[in-house]
């Protein structure tokens, strides 16, 4: 026995289930730029598929003139660019409603940022050429199994209109972080939107069509839509782009502190163009001050990291709220939008401390 | 690239804080009888300590006829037991408060149970030879440091009431599941008072004194006491024994779930006498039935295991509540004790999930 040395300390997952897999990124303590794989959160509805690498390829059929079926070898020779996004799960912080909503209860932590590198979906598109009529296309994953409202067994699928599929930062992503993409994040290839809830960012791509419909598949009709009422359907519409939004990362709800000096830091996104202001109040909303922001290294789909110094001089319990507002002027509003499936939760973020 | 190995998915620890380190187990995915060292909940007041373990001597003195210095190979030759016992933190399940209380938010999982190997510390009291008046055992361990509330430096140390001291289950412990005690855990040496709240099996014990009056050490007198009022200490009592307890782990909270049957689990656990009884109620408490309860295994300080087959046959939402009885007719109530540092949290558990 010797001097001990000293032992690591590390964040991990969060688990929420694990069949299929759904863990939370423990987005308190990350301090990073880019999540590393270990950290990303994993968000299945089905059990991990099971796919032939060695035999992997790419059906792009439908309305187009020339079906394609490309090779990884074909892809990874086509044009490919890197964005930096944030990946959101639409059920991020589902844990927050009141009334509580049913589904996993995520809470801050369903969110990724991170380098994906692939090739403009567009370019494929461009290539098989759409034919008239075109109007969505359907991205198609491996994973497939049955939902709980419902005996019949269903691929993970979803579509994206013709003008999404043709932004050209909407990728067939090959590489996270510098990386092959992880199995569990969609190896060998994932879609990846920028801007809309992760939903949309198919993994394990197994097929592209075109289609001259709206696709209604049960990840497009039944889920991932916004059903602004207990009892009924009415004015349900679609979830698609990420709402504006802001985490208080440090310090955690409901901490007992010093008095002095403390630093509430976070991060803020938000789906339509780009962060303009985080503000925090430390006296439940009565005040605001604008928070320092850094966005040098956000780009044009990354969060930003801001942090307020708060001067705690007196004992006593304290509201502390963050506000963020984007350039298309979306505000955090300071009570969700509550609906059904509980996704898109956006409510300014609050967290209350003590000071002692 | 070849066909891919099936992913490994397992459960990890959750982070509630890094310096300190807390961390607590994932306790819905715990099926072992014991918990492996990774998945232990990880509790601390301070940064871990440095100590030098090739050079480790653990002094007993204070009221005693003969003061002992013992190496680990005094202790290793000493005749050791082995219990079962489950460790709960004081402030497990803090979270379900309300109103809320300040503190780390645990949810279900500051709870552990596992094989502990020791040599009683009444074989070292007695070794000693205890003298007139001795009153309390101290235990004081190597870490240290500031607490939240004062601006002084303290070693984390608790006493035990002699009778507590003298019981024969109270361990000097050296292993854990059969292995060293991991460091994170205490080594190489850790109290282990079975039937206690975590605070009292004092890790990296650094020495033993017995005195003739009441220790007052600030996680005696200020934290670990249950105070039934907000704004003064009026009541205020020490915490000790472990409440009756039950915790559901399958189904989790607002899971959706198809019609059919489901296996409803948990476990059960006392610190005083044997659970008795663990009932489960699925309309929110109107009618109860016993689960089944398997406890061939959970020795004297160890936890049950229990389960229901739920047959649910109807659409709708369901409140599902536990409800543990132990041999001394403790019962679990409906609403916690509440108190303002949140200790001993032992309402019957309740989950909420829908039928679809």
């Known amino acids: 026995m010797s001097q001990q040395s000293y032992p690591v300390v590390k964040p991990y997952l969060k688990t929420h289930t694990l069949v299929p897999e759904n863990q939370e990124t423990p987005i308190e303590f990350i301090q990073n730029d880019t999540i590393p794989s270990r950290l990303f959160y994993r968000r299945n509805h089905f059990s991990y598929p099971s796919l032939s690498h060695s035999n992997y390829w790419l059906p792009i059929n439908g309305l187009v003139s020339a079906p394609l079926l490309l090779s990884m070898q074909d892809l990874l020779q086509m044009p490919a660019k890197t964005v930096k996004a944030v990946l959101e799960c639409a059920g991020d912080k589902r844990s927050f409603f009141k009334p509580k909503v049913f589904g996993e209860q995520w809470e801050k932590g369903a969110i990724n940022q991170g380098f994906w590198k692939g090739v403009p979906l567009r370019t494929l598109l461009e290539r098989a050429g759409l034919r008239e009529g075109a109007k969505e296309v359907v991205i198609e994953g491996y994973d497939y199994g049955k939902t709980p409202d419902s005996d019949q067994v269903y691929t993970y699928a979803r579509s994206l209109p013709i003008e999404k599929a043709l932004h050209p930062d909407t990728l067939i992503a090959f590489e996270y972080n510098q990386q092959p993409i992880p199995f569990k994040h969609g190896f ?69 502190l010093n008095r002095g000096n403390h630093i509430i830091k976070g991060i803020a996104w938000t789906g339509e163009g780009y962060i303009t202001k985080v503000e925090i109040s430390t006296d439940n909303g009565q005040t605001w001050t604008n928070a320092k922001m850094d966005n040098r290294d956000s780009g044009q789909y990354g969060w930003v990291l801001w942090s307020y110094e708060w001067a705690a001089g007196k004992s006593g319990e304290y509201v502390i709220l963050s506000r963020a507002t984007d350039s298309t002027n979306r505000i955090q509003p300071s009570e969700p939008f509550w609906n059904r499936k509980g996704y898109g939760y956006n409510a300014m973020d609050k967290i209350k401390v003590k000071i002692e």
Chains 1, 2 share one sequence.
């Open 188 to 256: 060998p290839l994932r879609l990846v939107v920028p801007q809309w809830y992760g939903m949309a960012s198919v993994k394990w791509i197994k097929q592209i069509t075109i289609i001259n419909s709206h696709f209604s598949g049960p990840f497009q009709s039944i889920d991932y839509v916004y059903y602004p009422n207990k009892e009924n359907n009415e004015g349900a519409f679609p979830v698609t782009t990420i709402n504006v939004n802001s985490t208080i990362q440090q310090p955690r709800d409901m901490d007992i």
